[in-house]
C-alpha cells in the first residue's frame, strides 16, 4: 500500500476511535452507573468532562507538534487515549471515571489536530483531497456507529470492553505510526505562550463546556449562561493578548487567507447541522417514534453507510467541478436532506428514513471532505501547525453549538406549545432550525476565488491564446487564468 493511502488511514484509525469512544458512551450510561453505583445524570460528569479536557488542551497542540515532532506526538497521544480508557474500564467511583475520562480527553486533544498534522506535512497537496476522505469517514461514521455498538456491547458482553477494545487498535496504530510516518519537526519552533494557552483554554473550555452541558440538561441554565460568559471574556483577552504577540497559540491572523477564512466561518455554520444530528436523531427514534436504542441506532446507521460511500468519489467531484462551486451547491443540498428529518413521521417508512439518511450522509461526507482540504490551500509549510490547531478548536466549537442548539430549540417549541412530554412533533423545528444555519454557510463559500484550491484539487487551468502575446506571457498568464467551465458558471 501507497504512502497516500496509509498514512490516511493511520491517522484516521486513530480518529476513528476517538470519535466512536466520545458517543458511545452515551448509551451505555445506565449500565455504567449502576455498575459503579451511582446515577446516570451523575454519570453525565464523564461526557463534559472530556469534553472540558478536549476543549482546553487542543489550543496546546500546534506548539507541541513543532517543539516535539508530528509523529512522537501523534504516538503519544495514542498511548494517553489508551491509558484513559484502561482507566475508564477499571474505574469503580465516579471520580475514578471522570478523571479517567479527562485523561482521555487529553489524549483526544492531540489525536485530532496532530493527526491532521501529519497528513498535511507528509501527503502532497496534490492528492489531499483523497487523504482527507478518508480522514472525514471517522468524524461522520463515530457519532452514529456509537450508539448501537455501545448498546450491542453493553447488552451482550460488558460496558468494560467499549473501552477495551481501544488497547489493540491503539497499539496498532502506535506501531504503524512509527515505522511508517517520517520524523517531521519544525526546525524553529516558537516560544511558548502559555499567558496565550491559558486564555485560550479558559474561553475554549468555558464556551464549549457550557454549550455542551446546556445540550444534557446537566446544570441550571445560570451556571450554563456563567460558564459560556467566563469563556467569551477570556476569549476576548485572548485576542487582544494575540494580536501583541508574536507566536499566539491560536493565530487569527490566518483568516486573511481567502479559503481558510471560508472554512472556518463557512465551516462553523455548516458543522451546526452535524453537531446536532446526532443529537436530535436518536431522540426522535426514541422517544418520539418508540424505537429501541439497538434499532435507533441500526436506523441512524445509514448517514454513516452515504458517508463511507463517498471517499471514493470525493477527490473525482471536486476535480470535475471545483471547490467552490461544488461547497456553494453541495451546502445547500446538504440542508435540504437535514430539513427532510423535520418531515419524520411516526407513520414514516423506515425504509423511507434510512434511504432519505444515506442519500444525506453521503452530501454531508463530500462537503467535510472539501471544507477540511481547502482550509490548508493557502496555508505555507511553517503555518501548518498553528492551522491545524484552529481549525480544531473551531470543529469542537461548531459541534458544541449544534448540540446545545439543537437542544434549545426543541426546549423551545415544548414552551411555545405548552406541552410537558416530549412527543416526535416537537423535533421538527429544531431540524429546521438547524438545516437553515447550515444552508447560510453557502454565502461565505461563495466568497472565495472561483479557483480557489485549484492546486489541491487538480483542476486544470486552460488559457485563451493571444497571438499577440509572447510565449513566456501567454505562461505567466496560465497560474493566473480560471477553467472555461468556471468562466460560465
Known amino acids: 500500500m501507497n504512502k497516500e493511502r496509509l498514512i490516511p488511514l493511520i491517522v484516521a484509525t486513530a480518529l476513528f476511535m476517538e470519535n466512536m469512544d466520545s458517543t458511545v458512551i452515551a448509551t451505555s450510561l445506565p449500565a455504567i452507573a449502576a455498575d459503579i453505583g451511582t446515577s446516570p445524570l451523575t454519570l453525565k460528569l464523564a461526557i463534559t468532562s472530556y469534553l472540558l479536557s478536549l476543549a482546553v488542551f487542543i489550543p496546546a497542540s500546534g506548539w507541541t507538534a513543532d517543539r516535539f515532532g508530528a509523529r512522537m506526538v501523534f504516538s503519544l497521544a495514542v498511548a494517553v487515549f489508551i491509558i484513559g480508557s484502561i482507566g475508564c474500564a477499571l474505574s469503580g467511583s465516579v471520580t475514578d471515571f471522570v478523571i479517567a475520562r479527562i485523561v482521555q480527553g487529553m489524549g483526544g486533544a492531540m489525536m485530532t489536530p496532530v493527526g491532521r498534522l501529519v497528513l498535511l506535512r507528509s501527503i502532497d497537496k496534490s492528492a489531499l483531497v483523497n487523504a482527507m476522505a478518508w480522514v472525514t469517514v471517522p468524524a461522520l461514521v463515530g457519532p452514529v456507529i456509537g450508539p448501537p455498538l455501545g448498546g450491542f456491547i453493553t447488552t451482550y458482553f460488558s460496558w468494560h470492553w467499549i473501552f477495551l477494545i481501544n488497547i489493540p487498535i491503539g497499539l496498532l496504530g502506535i506501531f504503524m505510526a512509527m515505522r511508517y510516518i517520517d520524523p517531521i519537526r519544525s526546525k524553529a519552533p516558537e516560544r511558548f505562550d502559555l499567558y496565550g494557552l491559558v486564555l485560550a483554554g479558559i474561553g475554549v473550555g468555558g464556551i464549549a463546556f457550557g454549550l455542551s452541558v446546556a445540550g444534557l440538561n446537566l446544570l441550571p441554565w445560570t451556571i450554563v449562561a456563567a460558564l459560556v460568559a467566563v469563556g467569551s471574556i477570556s476569549m476576548t483577552l485572548y485576542v487582544i493578548h494575540a494580536r501583541r504577540t508574536a507566536s499566539p497559540v491560536l493565530d487569527f491572523t490566518l483568516l486573511r487567507l481567502p479559503t481558510l477564512r471560508a472554512s472556518i466561518v463557512g465551516g462553523f455554520l455548516f458543522r451546526l447541522g452535524i453537531g446536532a444530528l446526532p443529537f436530535l436523531l436518536p431522540l426522535l427514534m426514541q422517544v418520539g417514534f418508540g424505537l429501541s436504542p439497538f434499532r435507533s441506532g441500526l436506523v441512524t446507521f445509514a448517514s454513516a453507510v452515504g458517508a463511507m460511500g463517498m471517499k471514493t468519489l470525493a477527490a473525482r467531484i471536486i476535480k470535475t467541478f471545483g471547490f467552490r462551486n461544488i461547497m456553494v451547491v453541495n451546502a445547500v443540498i446538504s440542508s435540504a436532506f437535514l430539513a427532510a428529518c423535520a418531515l419524520f413521521t411516526v407513520?414514516?417508512?423506515?425504509?423511507?428514513?434510512?434511504?432519505?439518511?444515506?442519500?444525506?450522509?453521503?452530501?454531508?461526507?463530500l462537503q467535510f471532505t472539501a471544507i477540511n482540504t481547502v482550509a490548508y490551500a493557502e496555508v505555507e509549510p511553517a503555518q501548518m501547525s498553528r492551522a491545524t490547531t484552529l481549525v480544531s478548536v473551531n470543529q469542537q466549537l461548531a459541534i458544541s453549538t449544534g448540540v446545545a442548539l439543537g437542544a434549545f430549540s426543541v426546549e423551545s417549541t415544548m414552551v411555545v406549545r405548552h406541552v410537558q412530554e416530549l412527543t416526535a412533533a416537537e423535533f421538527a423545528p429544531a431540524f429546521m432550525v438547524v438545516a437553515i444555519i447550515s444552508a447560510v454557510?453557502?454565502?461565505?463559500?461563495?466568497?472565495?476565488?472561483?479557483?480557489?484550491?485549484?492546486?489541491?484539487?487538480?483542476?486544470?487551468?486552460?488559457?485563451?491564446?493571444d497571438p499577440t502575446r509572447e510565449p513566456e506571457a501567454e505562461e505567466e498568464a496560465a497560474s493566473e487564468t480560471v477553467t472555461a467551465r468556471d468562466q460560465r458558471l
Open 441 to 465: 454557510s453557502a454565502y461565505f463559500f461563495y466568497q472565495m476565488p472561483i479557483d480557489a484550491g485549484h492546486q489541491v484539487s487538480g483542476r486544470r487551468t486552460v488559457v485563451i491564446s
Open 347 to 365: 407513520t414514516t417508512p423506515l425504509l423511507l428514513i434510512m434511504i432519505i439518511l444515506v442519500v444525506g450522509g453521503f452530501f454531508r461526507s
